[in-house]
């Protein structure tokens, strides 16, 4: 009794997994074709290089993301594999399902047919119409008889709609199992592809640790770079605190002066005066979500809550490009040694435009001895762009998302990159999951 109670529960259960795959099917199609075009990005940065003699953390950091691209691929060529195996075993229960229902309706329609052969003669359904007590009941007789044909009748359709149903569900499964060999053919060849980039890796490893020395000189180089940019971007923030400090006090002023002319008070009701020194500002008073290290204007709280309200929809700063060094503590790997980025480190054609990924105020254009940087303020969060060869806009100008500021500089193994920053207030965030890709 129990396993006739579950069993339509199953059988739910097998229909509505069994209508998921599609769904599953094109969600894993579309991740496999964004990591096949970092892929794509990837190589043709890397190729550029790749024949370079002096080895660099971008081109192990580059060889790294290729690996986890291509571990990602092969775990979705996976999941497609366990979904392919869960549709044919769901598939083989619902044919023996079928095949069990066509066996009971068989033999039911075998059974109707041998009674109707055993009561062939039309002198026994005349005798069975006639031998009725009442013209109604000899209607209803009647009416049974036309009802009992429908119902043999209906037996001869629903055995063929089964059939029909057998049918499809082999042809799915042919077709499924077609699809697992395509895919398996597929993980073979990712997984050779990725052995081959694990041995490439090995090798660029192998030749960074033997010049020790001169990766330590790349990793101190690039922190007395970003202690320098960190310094001039507090300094930038200090300024802009200080001069919204000093803004938001001539305005307070400048209200109280507009309203002793234009309001006189009859001294007589007129309240008491402040403390000396207090500055009182008689207008409502803002409601704000947050307090920020720089006081905001209206249109500068409004462009940060914009900013947030973005989260993983940013543009990228140029067409293409990818991450050769993540946000915070990165292990070099096959050495004791690490590397602190405040950002991200992205890899992009030499020359290539770089471009602003929100609106925003231009607080500083400045150069680092070695490459320009750029910082924009977009409320309480800023964004800088470091690295660049050369700008094209200026200090105090309002810019746009995906506006060009300027162009990337060149990386060591001659391609070219760019370091992106994300504050908010004077605390660093990881800019990678606010970029849209």
């Known amino acids: 009794m129990r396993k006739k109670i579950l069993l339509p529960f199953f059988l739910f259960g097998c229909i509505a997994i069994g209508n998921a795959q599609p769904q599953d099917k094109t969600q894993l199609e579309k991740e496999r074709q964004e990591i096949q ?82 009561n062939r003669s039309n002198y026994d359904y005349v005798n069975f119409i006639f031998s009725a007590s009442s013209f109604n009941d000899a209607v209803k007789r009647i009416a049974y008889l036309k009802s009992y044909r429908s119902y043999r009748e209906k037996q001869v359709s629903t055995i063929q709609e089964t059939q029909l149903l057998i049918a499809q569900r082999k042809k799915q499964q042919l077709v499924r199992k077609d699809q697992k060999n395509v895919a398996l053919q597929t993980q073979t060849k990712q997984v050779q592809q990725l052995d081959v980039q694990r041995k490439e890796r090995d090798a660029v490893v192998k030749d960074l640790k033997s010049k020790e020395k ?107 490009g990818v991450v050769c060094s993540n946000f915070g503590t990165n292990k070099i790997e096959g050495t004791l040694l690490t590397e602190d980025n405040p950002g991200i480190t992205i890899c992009t054609g030499a020359g ?56 990337a500089g060149n990386d060591d193994s001659g391609g070219g990159k760019i370091d992106l920053l994300l504050m908010l207030d004077k605390k660093n965030i990881n800019p990678r999951p606010w970029l849209s890709r």
Do not use: C
């Open 214 to 320: 001169d990766l330590q000189k790349q990793i101190a180089d690039k922190k007395n770079r970003d202690a320098k940019l960190k310094n001039a971007i507090f300094a930038i923030i200090e300024r802009e605190r200080l001069k919204a400090i000093e803004e938001e006090k001539k305005r307070l002023i400048a209200i109280k002066e507009a309203e002793k002319k234009n309001s006189p008070v009859d001294p007589k009701t007129k309240p008491a005066d402040p403390k000396p020194g207090t500055i009182v500002d008689k207008r409502p008073k803002p409601v704000t979500a947050e307090k920020t290290y720089v006081p905001l204007n209206a249109n500068e709280t409004a462009l940060a809550a914009s900013f947030k309200l973005n989260y993983g929809k940013l543009p990228w700063p140029v067409d293409n």
């Open 37 to 118: 075009r970092e892929l794509q990005e990837i190589q043709g940065m890397y190729n550029k290089v790749k024949g370079q003699t002096k080895q660099n953390l971008a081109q192990l950091n580059m060889l790294k993301r290729k690996i986890d691209l291509q571990e990602q691929y092969i775990s979705s060529i996976n999941k497609e594999l366990r979904s392919i195996d869960d549709d044919i075993y769901l598939s083989e229960l619902e044919i023996y399902r079928l095949n069990k229902q066509l066996d009971t309706l068989k033999s039911q329609y075998a059974k109707s047919i041998v009674y109707s052969y055993k």
């Open 352 to 407: 290539a435009a770089v471009k602003s990924i929100f609106d925003g105020e231009v607080l500083s254009v400045f150069n680092m001895g070695d490459g320009m940087a750029v910082m924009i303020k977009h409320g309480n969060y800023y964004t800088i762009y470091s690295n660049l060869s050369s700008t094209s806009i200026a200090k105090g100008a309002t810019v746009k998302a995906r506006q060009v500021i300027g162009k």
